[in-house]
């Protein structure tokens, strides 16, 4: 079947520092890797996606590749700033299984000054 | 703008009443989704809808209703069956039948005391 795994936060760091979020996927065939951020409050937005294997996406400074091999889709940023603190999604959708998503259970940001 | 569009913000009912939560999308997708979300969880599939006029229960779908009598809405019942309906919920869009994005309302927040 399909699934995501994310890495569990509650994830602190100060401004400036680099981040990395793992997330590892299970899927048949060639799904798409989605990452979303959700403000508090509101709903969730897209911050990127790649649609087939060794694709980056990249947004506002954050960038993450779609690795088939290793089955992962790891969220980075080489500087965050204060304005990054959400919570983050990792998302995939396959059309050959239907069409829901399937969302890991979300990480949560903290940068602190 | 196309969006997607969810009302009321906030939603106040009393135990044992139903109520309806709208959501409204101008993106043309045929695909809709109904998601709940407990704080610091992750989402979970309540309904989703492929199409006009058909519908499939998620994860969660007991306690719950929905309806597609319009391609652009997709509003959730939350009956009084619904054990502990206090939660926020989120509906999505996206097109069907290819590995493209979801897009998000913005939530409601509903309080049952």
């Known amino acids: 079947g399909n699934s995501v795994t994310q890495m569990e936060g509650p994830v602190t760091l100060s401004e400036e520092a680099f981040l990395t979020i793992n997330c590892t996927y299970t899927?048949?065939?060639?799904?798409?890797l989605f990452w979303y951020v959700q403000y508090p409050g509101e709903g969730l937005q897209l911050l990127l996606k790649a649609t087939k294997a060794d694709d980056k996406g990249s947004n506002k400074g954050f960038e993450a590749t779609y690795r088939k091999e290793t089955t992962s889709f790891h969220l980075e940023k080489g500087s965050v700033q204060v304005s990054d603190s959400a919570v983050y999604f990792c998302?995939?959708?396959?059309?050959?299984?239907?069409?829901?998503?399937?969302f890991g259970t979300g990480t949560s940001l903290t940068v602190i000054p | 703008d196309g969006g997607i569009t969810q009302s009321p913000k906030y939603l106040f009912r009393k135990e044992g009443q139903n109520v309806t939560l709208s959501c409204e999308q101008n993106l043309n997708h045929d695909a809709m989704y109904w998601y709940r979300q407990d704080p610091g969880q992750g989402l979970r599939l309540i309904y989703y809808s492929q199409i006009v006029n058909d519908f499939q229960k998620g994860d969660i779908a007991e306690g719950y209703s929905v309806s597609r009598e319009k391609k652009e809405s997709f509003p959730l019942t939350v009956t009084s069956a619904q054990k502990n309906p206090t939660a926020f919920y989120l509906c999505?869009?996206?097109?069907?039948?290819?590995?493209?994005?979801?897009?998000f309302g913005q939530g409601t927040r509903l309080t049952v005391v």
């Open positions: 899927a048949t065939g060639y799904p798409s």
């Open positions: 998302a995939l959708r396959n059309s050959n299984t239907g069409n829901q998503f399937y």
């Open positions: 999505a869009s996206s097109i069907q039948g290819q590995n493209t994005e979801a897009f």
